[in-house]
């Protein structure tokens, strides 16, 4: 966003939109998208001259420099080694998220100062510092800028290495140290989770420490133990700084947040030790993933821990939505990630499941993927996860040794323990939970003007065979499916059928729900790189997800590899921001260059972007919103201004993406009720509930359909307000008015 920009806003205290120039092939952010005048809206549609049904990717760019020793290194080169041979690092951005000003927030990955040759060895934990940020901005030509917040060390960590060693009060402690080094470990952002909260500010809670347990001080002896961290910090736009917030009372490494109705967060998961989680004062929490859950007062920045009650087993980084009925869903989806065998308990992470926020109890709702459509149709894209299409059943044994040799084994070995084959093909079929997409559809009006069903897609990821030991068999799977979950009060209604599959398997894909109503997925691998860091084939062409036809198309292929670590954001302007690529980088050997073999690059980073724009992005005919109001609430009715009023037949409310290892929370769109008004002007009704719709920071998109698809325009910004939060209201938008029959409206145009 421009500097221009940026200063009206903060005078006019509205929303304002510059656009510029005509429709070209370098068109940028704004300018040349439109290119239209609001009074010949019905001129016959002109396409870019690069125009693709397709759509396409931007050539990739990145920072330009690397800060070394205190000075900027202009440099093309993705680390620079500093006098005492360790790596300085350009950030890849593990972690995205988009500013209620339109910039980017991002977060690093596997890198920072970081110097990894050999396996998971103390020396990775001495010398890792995940800490790094940037703020990414695009000026109306789309040139980037970049902005280093402050501290540059983001606090993360701040008392060092918090860390509880199993050595810890024994008689062997100080005798056999551990190589701790807080200077060089300090930071670790590093797979926790992020959050927008109500005031658009963003909160990274958990995170990554690494130390070695047990070994000698000083020395590159022992295992590595890596360990989540309790803390949370918040960044403030405003003033482009990192501050602490409250600590969480558990450690968590891979947790997952989601915003309650009332603006609470609420926090499940996660490890806190994840190689040996062994806790000798809780011994039947050894051995697994973090089952207590927490809730954060945003107001107070105090963490709370929930009862007993609210205690659930699940997977690293569990899928987890808001339901209209203000109910926290679990979708039998996450993280299958570790091979060490942490989690005994996992099969229990097959059950879809919901969490009462108002009891703090967690109720049972069935079986993934159950019931399934299972005629003729259904059966057949069902039987398409047994079959392994990327590998040779040579390269299947290589990964899986004898545990399945051809897909077939996996019946008959079902039939030998007395399950059925339909049960099977089932299990099977609800099993997409390692890595895998779980998108919420846009939330729609029922005929009494009510949000009450959810629609849910899944898509990609591992499968999680029954007959094999979890996480999964680690190879990708082309599946599909759309969980339909209703709400009567506290009654919860769930149902599931199978889509379309994916045109290739896919694993660790990000997906975007695009403001047509469609959903893109991007990036990742053909095969779990996990499992065999740097031997996933990188997939580099998008595919778009059709809510009306229930098929995935093939759109444009991007230039990068981006499979581990990936992510993707919807701009303000219906574009895609994509970014990341850190597989986890501890089995590369620097001196081979796997990449000479076609698959993901060796050494584990990349921190460039490119951005993607949809076919509806190179029409110039797309509708001008000219002026909206800026704050609003649930219940309200309000006024807009578009150009093409006629033709608006869709409002879409989209909550900005906060994105980090293919999850988003908080990721939700509302369809907004519409009455027609005079002229330019259209009204809308906002939900009168926070749970469709929780205070935060919105983009309005509004659409029409044309023969070519649907064609949305460029957002309006919409903060949503919580009046009961007052900590976190925002000031009254001076311009905006109520009528005399309460619809309220900006007086204020869209310059």
Same mark, same amino acid.
């Given at each position: 966003?421009?500097?221009?920009?940026?200063?009206?806003?903060?005078?006019?205290?509205?929303?304002?939109?510059?656009?510029?120039?005509?429709?070209?092939?370098?068109?940028?952010?704004?300018?040349?998208?439109?290119?239209?005048?609001?009074?010949?809206?019905?001129?016959? *549609?002109?396409?870019?001259?690069?125009?693709?049904?397709?759509?396409?990717?931007?050539?990739?760019?990145?920072?330009?420099?690397?800060?070394?020793?205190?000075?900027? =290194?202009?440099?093309?080169?993705?680390?620079?080694?500093?006098?005492?041979?360790?790596?300085?690092?350009?950030?890849?951005?593990?972690?995205?998220? @988009?500013?209620?000003?339109?910039?980017? @927030?991002?977060?690093?990955?596997?890198?920072?100062?970081?110097?990894?040759? @050999?396996?998971?060895?103390?020396?990775?934990?001495?010398?890792?510092?995940?800490?790094?940020?940037?703020?990414?901005?695009?000026?109306?030509?789309?040139?980037?800028?970049?902005?280093?917040?402050?501290?540059?060390?983001?606090?993360?960590?701040?008392?060092?290495?918090?860390?509880?060693?199993?050595?810890?009060?024994?008689?062997?402690?100080? +005798?056999?140290?551990?190589?701790?080094?807080?200077?060089?470990?300090?930071?670790?952002?590093?797979?926790?989770?992020?959050?927008?909260?109500?005031?658009?500010?963003?909160?990274? %809670?958990?995170?990554?420490?690494?130390?070695?347990?047990?070994?000698?001080?000083? @020395?590159?002896?022992?295992?590595?133990?890596?360990?989540?961290?309790?803390?949370?910090?918040?960044?403030?736009?405003?003033?482009?700084?990192?501050?602490?917030?409250?600590?969480?009372?558990?450690?968590?490494?891979?947790?997952?947040?989601?915003?309650?109705?009332?603006?609470?967060?609420?926090?499940?998961?996660? %490890?806190?030790?994840?190689?040996?989680?062994?806790?000798?004062?809780?011994?039947?929490?050894?051995?697994?993933? =973090? =089952?207590?859950?927490?809730?954060?007062?945003?107001?107070?920045?105090?963490?709370?821990?929930?009862?007993?009650?609210?205690?659930?087993?699940?997977?690293?980084?569990?899928?987890?939505?808001?339901?209209?009925?203000?109910?926290?869903? $679990?979708?039998?989806?996450?993280?299958?990630?570790?091979?060490?065998?942490?989690? $005994?308990?996992?099969?229990?992470?097959?059950?879809?499941?919901?969490?009462?926020?108002?009891?703090? !109890?967690?109720?049972?709702?069935?079986?993934?993927?159950?019931?399934?459509?299972?005629?003729?149709?259904?059966?057949?894209?069902?039987?398409?996860?047994?079959?392994?299409?990327?590998?040779?059943?040579?390269?299947?044994?290589? +990964?899986?040794?004898?545990?399945?040799?051809?897909?077939?084994?996996?019946?008959?070995?079902?039939?030998?323990?007395?399950?059925?084959?339909?049960?099977?093909?089932?299990?099977?079929?609800?099993?997409? !939970?390692?890595?895998?997409?779980?998108?919420?559809?846009?939330?729609?009006?029922?005929?009494?003007?009510? $949000?009450?069903?959810?629609?849910?897609? /899944?898509?990609?990821?591992?499968?999680?065979?029954? +007959?094999?030991?979890?996480?999964?068999?680690? +190879?990708?799977?082309?599946?599909?499916?759309?969980?339909?979950?209703?709400?009567?009060?506290?009654?919860?209604?769930?149902?599931?059928?199978?889509?379309?599959?994916?045109?290739?398997?896919?694993?660790?894909?990000?997906?975007?729900?695009?403001?047509?109503?469609?959903?893109? =997925?991007?990036?990742?691998?053909?095969?779990?790189?996990?499992?065999?860091?740097?031997?996933?084939?990188?997939?580099?062409?998008?595919?778009?997800?059709?809510?009306?036809?229930?098929?995935?198309?093939?759109?444009?292929?991007?230039? !990068?590899?981006?499979?581990?670590?990936?992510?993707?954001?919807?701009?303000?302007?219906?574009?895609?921001?994509?970014?990341?690529?850190?597989?986890?980088?501890?089995?590369?050997?620097?001196?081979?260059?796997?990449?000479?073999?076609?698959?993901?690059? $060796?050494?584990?980073?990349?921190?460039?972007?490119?951005?993607? *724009?949809?076919?509806?992005?190179?029409?110039?005919?797309?509708?001008?919103?000219?002026?909206?109001?800026?704050?609003?609430?649930?219940?309200?009715?309000?006024?807009?201004?578009?150009?093409?009023?006629?033709?608006?037949?869709?409002?879409?409310?989209?909550?900005? /993406?906060?994105?980090?290892? %293919?999850?988003?929370?908080?990721?939700?769109?509302?369809?907004?009720?519409?009455?027609?008004?005079?002229?330019?002007?259209?009204?809308?009704?906002?939900?009168?509930?926070?749970?469709?719709?929780?205070?935060?920071?919105?983009?309005?998109?509004?659409?029409?359909? /044309?023969?070519?698809?649907?064609?949305?325009?460029?957002?309006?910004?919409?903060?949503?307000?919580?009046?009961?939060?007052?900590?976190?209201?925002?000031?009254?938008?001076?311009?905006?008015? /109520?009528?005399?029959?309460?619809?309220?409206?900006?007086?204020?145009?869209?310059?």
């Amino acid at each position: 966003m421009s500097t221009h920009r940026n200063r009206l806003c903060q005078l006019t205290g509205s929303f304002l939109l510059i656009a510029a120039g005509s429709t070209t092939a370098s068109a940028g952010l704004l300018g040349g998208l439109l290119g239209t005048s609001n009074e010949d809206s019905s001129s016959q *549609t002109t396409l870019a001259e690069d125009y693709s049904e397709k759509g396409r990717f931007s050539e990739p760019f990145a920072e330009p420099t690397i800060i070394v020793d205190g000075e900027a =290194v202009e440099t093309d080169e993705k680390c620079i080694t500093r006098a005492d041979g360790m790596d300085e690092c350009k950030p890849a951005a593990g972690t995205m998220a @988009l500013l209620k000003d339109g910039r980017l @927030l991002y977060l690093n990955a596997l890198e920072g100062t970081e110097n990894v040759e @050999l396996s998971i060895v103390a020396e990775f934990g001495e010398v890792s510092v995940n800490d790094q940020t940037r703020v990414l901005s695009l000026d109306e030509n789309d040139n980037p800028s970049w902005l280093k917040p402050s501290p540059l060390d983001a606090g993360a960590n701040p008392d060092g290495n918090d860390s509880e060693t199993l050595l810890n009060g024994t008689e062997l402690d100080g +005798l056999i140290d551990t190589a701790d080094n807080t200077s060089k470990n300090d930071g670790a952002l590093f797979c926790s989770d992020v959050i927008g909260l109500a005031n658009g500010d963003v909160m990274a %809670v958990g995170g990554t420490d690494y130390y070695s347990e047990p070994g000698i001080d000083g @020395l590159p002896l022992g295992v590595a133990e890596l360990e989540g961290i309790k803390n949370s910090r918040i960044f403030d736009e405003a003033t482009n700084t990192w501050r602490q917030s409250g600590d969480m009372t558990y450690g968590r490494w891979y947790p997952s947040l989601v915003t309650l109705g009332n603006g609470d967060v609420f926090v499940a998961s996660g %490890v806190t030790k994840l190689l040996k989680p062994v806790y000798p004062d809780e011994p039947l929490n050894s051995g697994r993933n =973090v =089952v207590q859950t927490e809730t954060y007062n945003p107001c107070a920045g105090v963490w709370t821990e929930n009862p007993s009650t609210a205690d659930r087993s699940l997977p690293l980084y569990p899928r987890m939505h808001l339901l209209p009925n203000g109910h926290v869903l $679990y979708n039998a989806g996450g993280q299958a990630f570790n091979p060490f065998g942490q989690g $005994y308990d996992q099969a229990l992470w097959n059950i879809v499941a919901s969490y009462n926020p108002a009891t703090q !109890r967690w109720n049972d709702i069935g079986y993934a993927g159950l019931p399934l459509r299972l005629d003729e149709v259904g059966l057949g894209q069902l039987s398409s996860t047994l079959n392994i299409t990327n590998l040779s059943l040579d390269q299947v044994g290589s +990964l899986l040794g004898d545990v399945l040799e051809a897909p077939s084994d996996l019946l008959e070995s079902g039939a030998e323990l007395g399950i059925s084959e339909e049960d099977l093909r089932m299990a099977i079929a609800g099993g997409m !939970r390692g890595s895998t997409s779980s998108t919420m559809l846009p939330l729609k009006p029922n005929a009494n003007g009510e $949000y009450t069903d959810v629609e849910l897609l /899944t898509a990609g990821g591992v499968p999680s065979y029954a +007959l094999l030991t979890n996480p999964g068999g680690y +190879l990708p799977t082309d599946q599909s499916r759309i969980d339909r979950i209703t709400t009567n009060g506290d009654d919860i209604g769930y149902e599931s059928r199978l889509t379309g599959p994916l045109n290739q398997p896919r694993w660790y894909g990000t997906n975007v729900l695009m403001p047509d109503g469609s959903v893109m =997925v991007f990036s990742g691998g053909n095969r779990d790189g996990v499992v065999a860091p740097g031997l996933e084939g990188p997939i580099r062409t998008a595919e778009r997800f059709d809510p009306e036809t229930g098929t995935w198309t093939e759109m444009a292929t991007g230039h !990068r590899a981006r499979t581990y670590h990936n992510t993707a954001v919807l701009m303000e302007d219906g574009r895609v921001m994509i970014a990341g690529h850190s597989p986890i980088n501890t089995a590369y050997l620097t001196f081979v260059d796997l990449q000479d073999f076609g698959l993901a690059p $060796y050494d584990g980073r990349d921190p460039s972007f490119e951005i993607y *724009t949809p076919p509806y992005a190179m029409r110039d005919d797309r509708p001008e919103i000219q002026s909206a109001p800026r704050n609003l609430t649930i219940g309200d009715r309000f006024n807009i201004k578009v150009d093409q009023a006629d033709q608006i037949d869709k409002a879409l409310l989209i909550r900005r /993406t906060v994105m980090t290892h %293919v999850i988003d929370g908080d990721q939700r769109a509302i369809e907004l009720i519409m009455e027609r008004g005079n002229g330019n002007k259209l009204t809308l009704k906002m939900p009168d509930n926070h749970n469709v719709l929780p205070a935060g920071e919105y983009m309005l998109f509004l659409s029409k359909e /044309t023969t070519e698809g649907r064609v949305p325009s460029i957002s309006a910004p919409i903060t949503v307000v919580n009046e009961n939060l007052e900590c976190m209201a925002p000031t009254q938008v001076a311009g905006e008015t /109520t009528t005399a029959d309460g619809i309220i409206e900006s007086t204020l145009e869209i310059l």
